[in-house]
């Protein structure tokens, strides 16, 4: 028995793009292939890009996802391609029973040699919690698949496959592999890669036998997909490893007789606070890039979320294509209008003030507004200023919004919580302050300018609604509402159980008020991309409508 040489192509999809995704299938098979490969294997739902969601349903979308899977097979039928074996996810069918006219639709993996499709596997288990909801889409698969590659015994599975106790996995312990390999689109979020790695090796050590891991990149809609494929060992050894957040081709070589001996690469891993930044930027760049746009425009307040934002925006997009607006109303400092342009320079972003005093004025003249429908006149005009300027020069607007003002809604629908995106909508406001000294700490030791002011990190935040305002008027302080946010929508801890933990009743009944009366604002958010186990949006369902109170004991 000779070696058996893996490639694990860790690529960027794009769902429904699937002429770009067979190019890329070609294109990485074609680079294995040249460094000797002998199995090549794609991630999940590669041909379609994923998730697919309702388009799993679509006859169309079917027989576009069927024609070029035999494109695939077509073009790997040319010359050396035809001796490497490619393992590759797509959008497949299986009809439920003889009664049932209607196939429903499955998540494959296709086994390709020679040009011809010589095997095929269903997904057994299928995800229902969080972000994902494949019940309602796919059928589940019903087989154990095996193949031969270079005298190797390769079991297949998909992602959750791996996730659940019984299944494909437990029917290929009995099965004699000598490797085990799964096809992923497993989204990030912060600490899952510990528990990758822990549950790969504990399903390596069960088929005694290495998993290969082979895992999608790239941002998709709200989920961020960071790739870090790898290998792992039956005593939970990792044995190869690809960088996060990246397109990669990780090469592997399992050695007869040894389930331990590798020649593949270990990329370091990086701190969290890293990790989180890079999933902004990934989510960020993913999205602007597969709409088909190519600038982003934000206001620029001289505080530190917009000063993140535009940092995150700048490096997914380069500072050319950032286009910051300073508006600066009757009450704005002359310190954030400095800190605005400051930071623009910084980044080497466009930079613009438009003064939204005659607009506000207006508006005043008309209607009159007093109290907190002034303060909010003037977020709406900025919303409106900025949405006018995306019609006109074709940018997309950037939300700039973080977590703990969504969870308590502080923040003015169509006003500023107006964008097509919101790069930090998962990031609470203790992780902003967190981040940008980050960023501006990477930024020193690559001997660069930081990319944000001083002043933006260290000043008190203010929305800047009236004379001398600062947000803790009217929230407790940022690092304590971020403790009771956390127990309270992370753990789902009520009332009762937070003034266990020993937060003051008082600050709780405030908090809890805040969070249940706002959720008609998240609703109607733009989306951004998860970056935590609880992302609002598709992780937290709660009625709009609702009159539930938590009780007072």
């Keep these: 028995m000779t070696n058996l040489k893996v490639a694990i192509a860790q690529i960027d999809t794009c769902v429904g793009d699937v002429v770009g995704n067979v190019n890329k299938v070609v294109d990485f098979t074609r680079q294995a292939a040249a460094q000797g490969a002998d199995l090549v294997v794609f991630p999940e739902m590669t041909v379609t890009g994923y998730p697919i969601e309702d388009l799993a349903l679509r006859g169309s979308f079917q027989r576009a996802a069927e024609e070029a899977l035999a494109e695939v097979a077509y073009r790997l039928s040319d010359g050396d391609l035809r001796e490497i074996t490619v393992v ?16 429903r639709p499955t998540n494959r993996a296709v086994v390709i040699r020679g040009g011809k499709i010589v095997a095929a596997y269903d997904k057994h288990h299928l995800p229902n919690y969080g972000v994902f909801d494949e019940y309602r889409i796919f059928a589940p698969g019903n087989t154990t698949t095996v193949i031969e590659v270079a005298g190797h015994r390769v079991g297949l599975a998909i992602c959750e496959d791996i996730w659940q106790d019984g299944g494909p996995v437990h029917e290929l312990e009995q099965a004699g592999i000598d490797v085990l390999v799964t096809l992923n689109g497993s989204p990030y979020e912060e600490g899952k890669r510990a528990q990758r790695v822990e549950l790969a090796a504990r399903r390596a050590a069960a088929v005694n036998a290495p998993l290969v891991y082979a895992n999608q990149v790239g941002g998709q809609d709200d989920l961020v997909f960071d790739g870090g494929s790898f290998v792992v060992g039956p005593s939970g050894a990792v044995l190869a490893r690809a960088p996060k957040f ?107 003030v438009q003064p939204i005093g005659p607009m506000f004025d207006a508006f005043q003249d008309q209607l009159g507004l007093e109290g907190v429908a002034e303060e909010n006149l003037q977020a709406r005009v900025r919303g409106m200023t900025l949405m006018a300027l995306s019609n006109a020069e074709g940018h997309l607007v950037l939300a700039t919004g973080n977590k703990t003002e969504l969870a308590v809604g502080y923040s003015t629908i169509y006003g500023d919580a107006v964008g097509g995106y ?132």
């Design 88 to 103: 590759v996810g797509t959008l497949g069918s299986l009809a439920l029973s003889d009664h049932v006219a209607m196939p």
């Design 246 to 352: 990246e397109e990669h081709l990780l090469l592997w070589t399992l050695t007869p007789g040894s389930t331990e001996d590798h020649t593949g690469e270990v990329t370091d891993l990086s701190d969290l606070d890293e990790e989180v930044y890079q999933a902004l930027v990934t989510g960020l760049q993913g999205y602007v890039t597969k709409n088909g746009f190519r600038t982003v425009v934000l206001g620029l307040s001289g505080g530190i979320d917009s000063a993140l934002v535009a940092a995150i925006a700048a490096d997914a997009l380069g500072g050319q294509n950032v286009y910051g607006v300073s508006m600066p109303s009757r009450y704005s400092s002359e310190h954030s209008k400095d800190d605005a342009a400051d930071l623009a320079k910084r980044l080497g972003a466009h930079y613009r």
């Design 422 to 553: 919101a790069p930090i909508k998962d990031v609470d406001k203790s992780r902003v302050w967190q981040l940008s000294r980050w960023r501006n700490n990477l930024a020193v030791d690559r001997g660069e300018i930081p990319p944000i002011p001083e002043s933006s990190i260290t000043k008190p935040p203010s929305a800047e609604l009236r004379p001398g305002q600062v947000d803790q008027d009217s929230l407790p302080p940022y690092d304590l509402l971020d403790k009771v946010l956390d127990a309270h929508i992370e753990h789902a801890e009520g009332r009762l159980e937070l003034i266990e933990r020993g937060f003051d009743p008082e600050i709780v009944d405030k908090v809890v008020s805040l969070v249940d009366r706002a959720e008609w604002k998240r609703r109607q958010y733009p989306m951004g991309p998860k970056v935590t186990a609880l992302a609002f949006g598709r992780d937290r369902r709660v009625p709009v409508t609702s009159r539930w109170r938590e009780p007072h004991q």
